[in-house]
C-alpha cells in the first residue's frame, strides 16, 4: 500500500483537516514503530503496519458480533416466540454455524410450529 505524503504547505494541510505538526509527529512515530517506511514523496505501510491494521479491522468485528448476539438475547427475552430464530442468530453471530445451518435450524423449528 503507497499512499501520498500530505503536502507541507500549511494551507493545503489545514483544507485537508490535518494539522501540520501533529501529522509530521504521526508519520514519525509511525515510522519509529515499524508501521510505515518513508519513500520519496509517499509512505508504504510494512507489514507490521498491516498486521497491525487487520488486528484493529477484526477485534472491531469481533465486538460487533457480540453485540449482534446479545441484541439477540435481548429480543429473545422480549419476545419468546422468536426464541428459535435468535438462537439461530446468535450461533451465526458466534461463529458456531454458518448461514446455512442458521436457516435450516429455523426452518426445522418453522415446520414444528
Not at 500549511?10 to 501529522?23: F, M, Q
Not at 504521526?26 to 507489514?47: F, H, K, R, Y
Request: hydrophobic letters at 45%; a negative charge.
Amino acid at each position: 500500500m503507497i499512499a501520498e505524503i500530505p503536502s507541507p504547505d500549511p494551507i493545503a494541510a489545514a483544507v485537508r483537516g490535518l494539522d501540520e505538526e501533529s501529522n509530521t509527529s504521526d508519520v514519525q512515530t509511525l515510522s519509529w514503530m515499524g508501521l510505515l517506511e518513508v519513500t520519496g514523496e509517499g509512505l508504504v505501510i510494512t507489514a507490521r503496519g498491516k498486521a497491525a491494521y487487520f488486528e484493529a479491522e477484526y477485534a472491531a468485528v469481533e465486538e460487533r458480533l457480540a453485540e449482534v448476539s446479545a441484541f439477540a438475547d435481548e429480543l429473545q427475552r422480549l419476545t419468546p416466540s422468536l426464541a428459535p430464530e435468535m438462537h439461530a442468530l446468535r450461533q451465526l453471530a458466534e461463529g458456531a454455524w454458518n448461514r446455512t445451518e442458521a436457516a435450516a435450524y429455523v426452518e426445522r423449528w418453522a415446520k414444528e410450529r
